[in-house]
């Protein structure tokens, strides 16, 4: 079964301390993990899609790694306004659909 | 402007009633979900429709119903035997291969 996990569930960190958001999946033929962010009460925002091991990519404060079972969403120095939800998806498997993990609650304390 | 429109932002549904969810989308993109999103909860996948004319159930389907009449509508009936429809509903669509774009979502309760 098409499967993707997400740890930690919530991470507190202070303002300025790096971390890193974990998103492990099973899919028979992965073709695209993407990543989201999410304020309460929105529609998730696109972050990244990366298409295969070995890939990377960077946007401002976020880098995102890919290998075959898992995924990385590393946060340098960041700010309270990173704070929300984010989000790892993938698409695959038999049906072709997307699946989404539950997510982890990041918080930055100023 | 281009993108995916849903409505209402809230509705309120009384006990036995059917209501349904409007998702229109101007990308001309060929496939189109629907997803569940419970508090502190991720996305589970409701139903999808990879053209038109055709949709898959996703992991939850009891309860919904939808139809793909139209390359740009993807409008969710949720029905009384859907017996907790209280949640936020995400209505997105894509390019094969390509990322989701989601619409603002629509906040469901009970009266």
């Known amino acids: 079964e098409d499967q993707v996990t997400q740890s930690p569930e919530a991470l507190r960190l202070q303002e300025g301390e790096s971390s890193s958001l974990n998103c492990s999946y099973t899919v028979s033929g992965l073709r695209g993990l993407f990543w989201y962010r999410q304020d309460p009460g929105k529609g998730p925002e696109f972050l990244f899609t990366?298409?295969?091991a070995g890939e990377e990519k960077e946007k401002e404060r976020l880098k995102a790694t890919l290998t075959k079972k898992e995924s990385f969403l590393h946060i340098t120095a960041p700010k309270p306004e990173d704070s929300a939800t984010y989000l790892c998806a993938v698409q695959g498997g038999r049906d072709d659909k997307i699946i989404f993990g539950k997510g982890t609650r990041l918080h930055i304390l100023p | 402007d281009g993108g995916i429109t849903q409505s209402p932002k809230y509705l309120f549904r009384k006990e036995g009633q059917n209501v349904t969810l409007s998702c229109e989308q101007n990308?001309?993109?060929?496939?189109m979900y629907w997803y569940r999103q419970d508090p502190g909860q991720g996305l589970r996948l409701i139903y999808y429709?990879?053209?038109?004319?055709?949709?898959q159930k996703g992991d939850i389907a009891e309860g919904y119903s939808v139809s793909r009449e139209k390359k740009e509508s993807f409008p969710l009936t949720v029905t009384s035997a859907q017996k907790n429809p209280t949640a936020f509903y995400l209505c997105?669509?894509?390019?094969?291969?390509?990322?989701?774009?989601f619409g603002s979502g629509t906040q469901l309760s009970v009266l």
């Open positions: 997105a669509s894509t390019s094969r291969n390509e990322k989701l774009f």
């Open positions: 990308l001309n993109h060929d496939a």
């Open positions: 990366l298409y295969s």
């Open positions: 429709s990879q053209i038109v004319n055709d949709f």
